[in-house]
């Protein structure tokens, strides 16, 4: 008889990890997120996400918790989550309360727009699934992808002009936003070898003829969905003023993933080379 509570025991100790893990329920509302517990392995724990999470493929198959970026209490629970993993600031503090209320983990995570802030921000996505070895293995794996990347970056930037780099957030010619300093964006664009064209103010504001031709960019950077927006690169040469850019003479409109571009995780260094190269092609093309 003991030795057969033995074997009972020892069975359920070997277990419980996995049940508990296999209990996880996970709504993640930010793409950042999204793909950095993708990227340690576990997505299959994920029950619903935000609209912006598109990557990778299994994430974009998943359920939406609404059809914009705005969420409800109702919304969430009705998923039935036992973790809700956001950015600060990006999910109202009545329905943090809510979701919290009804016994629901409610975890609001930083991140910072350097290579030790994505770095941190995969260990503190790793941290809130109880999962801290694997993100300290993600951390490792991404922080030499950067060193090498970087490194070819430097190389290849070497005794040239950075570009200088205006990015247009656009849905339609009526919402229209430019990047200035400390935005992911101005970030991301020095991270790949560009200057940001913007550095009369601090993240975003809105596009104006004035700006654009002050600011003289060489080249205009967009996310896709905001180039499609605006009706394609033809249309965005035919806005007033772009013409009058080094931009618009040299015809030099660069599209990006969203996603990619702007989540600083675990795919922070397949950003920064498709940024870079997408720099060095359109320079040397135009």
């Not at 993640?28 to 999204?34: D, E, K, Q, R």
């Not at 990619?260 to 940024?275: G, H, M, Q, T, Y």
Request: hydrophobic share 45%; aromatic share 6%; with cysteine.
């Amino acid at each position: 008889m003991s030795r057969f509570c033995f074997i009972i025991i020892i069975h359920c100790f070997t277990c419980l990890p996995f049940s508990v893990h296999a209990q996880q329920r996970i709504i993640t509302l930010n793409s950042s997120i999204t793909e950095t517990i993708f990227g340690l392995g576990v997505g299959n724990r994920v029950v619903a996400t935000d609209v912006t999470s598109v990557s990778p493929m299994a994430a974009a198959a998943l359920p939406r918790v609404s059809k914009n970026r705005s969420v409800s209490a109702e919304g969430l629970l009705s998923f039935e989550p036992n973790i809700i993993l956001a950015n600060e600031g990006e999910v109202p503090a009545a329905i943090i309360r809510q979701v919290r209320a009804a016994g629901v983990k409610y975890i609001a995570l930083k991140p910072n727009y350097t290579i030790p802030g994505a770095l941190n921000y995969i260990q503190q996505v790793a941290d809130a699934i109880s999962q801290p070895e694997l993100g300290k293995g993600v951390v490792s794996q991404t922080k030499l992808s950067l060193n090498r990347i970087t490194e070819v970056v430097k190389s290849e930037n070497k005794g040239k002009i950075p570009p200088k780099v205006l990015f247009i957030y656009a849905r339609g010619t009526g919402t229209m936003s430019v990047a200035g300093k400390g935005s992911s964006l101005d970030a991301i664009i020095h991270l790949a070898g560009g200057k940001n064209a913007i550095q009369e103010f601090s993240d975003f504001k809105p596009y104006t003829t004035e700006a654009l031709v002050q600011a003289n960019p060489d080249i205009i950077l967009l996310f896709d969905f905001g180039a499609s927006s605006l009706g394609g690169e033809e249309a965005i040469l035919k806005l007033p003023g772009m013409r009058i850019t080094n931009a618009g003479k040299n015809k030099r409109i660069l599209t990006m993933n969203a996603s990619l571009l702007v989540n600083f995780s675990n795919r922070l260094p397949d950003a920064i080379l498709e940024l870079h190269r997408g720099f060095v092609r359109i320079m040397d093309s135009k």
